[in-house]
């Protein structure tokens, strides 16, 4: 599976877009790019996934650039309930095992 | 997406006890995992829990260390053997319900289970 690059930590206002990126330069064409938190204490929630097109749901968007080396979670109205860690996920779309990385730990501030 | 149901949520053991965790989904899954958050850390996979078979363990972890049972499509139990403070952890249950990675719920977790031992 391909590895994942992400920032070790961010901080975001409240109210505010946070834009959390990743990088997946070894990226293969089957292998999806997913995207999961974990709030403190919790176990991990999905939030999104795409393959190559850019996504939105009722939690999220994912841009994923064109070459798909590289993608983007989008909080667009961050709230306190968002801090958490984030982690950006590369799997094939058959059925395999998820990986994970360090993430990225965003903290949102009054 | 699938609901997970994992007993105990917390224990602390003594050291050289065993602890089973149990894993319980309210409908049926191509795969079940189980994982281990140690303090700070992210996850870490432990095993692919097969119905009718052997688990299939990652590299650093063993069956004697891990015993793990799945009877069925819906249930997998966990045990930590022998234990000793350096297995204080969270222990995690994941089941995938459509047998793909890109399957619109993906991967579901349990709530985990916060496990001490002194």
């Known amino acids: 599976d391909a590895k994942t690059t992400q920032p070790p930590s961010m901080d975001c206002a409240e109210g505010r877009a946070a834009n959390l990126p990743c990088n997946h330069s070894t990226i293969s064409g089957n292998e999806y790019v997913y995207w999961y938190r974990q709030i403190h204490s919790q176990g991990p929630q999905y939030i999104i996934h795409?393959?190559?097109n850019n996504e939105t749901n009722e939690m999220a968007s994912l841009i994923i650039t064109e070459d798909r080396k590289s993608s983007t979670l989008i909080l667009p109205h961050a709230t306190l309930r968002d801090t958490a860690v984030y982690y950006c996920i590369v799997i094939p779309g058959t059925a395999s095992k998820l990986t994970f990385g360090t993430g990225t730990r965003l903290q949102v501030t009054l | 997406s699938a609901v997970i149901s994992q007993k105990p949520s917390r224990d602390i053991c003594q050291r050289g006890t065993s602890l089973t965790i149990q894993c319980q989904v309210d409908s049926q899954v191509t795969m079940m995992f189980w994982y281990r958050q140690q303090p700070g850390q992210s996850l870490t996979l432990i095993a692919t829990?097969?119905?009718?078979?052997?688990?299939?363990?990652e590299s650093g972890f063993v069956i004697d260390k891990f015993p793990i049972s799945r009877p069925n499509l819906t249930f997998s139990t966990l045990t930590v053997s022998n234990m000793s403070p350096e297995d204080s952890s969270i222990y995690l249950c994941s089941v995938s319900s459509h047998g793909t990675g890109g399957g619109r719920y993906g991967y579901t977790f349990g709530s985990g289970t916060r496990l001490t031992v002194v």
């Open positions: 795409g393959l190559k």
């Open positions: 829990a097969n119905q009718g078979s052997e688990a299939t363990y």
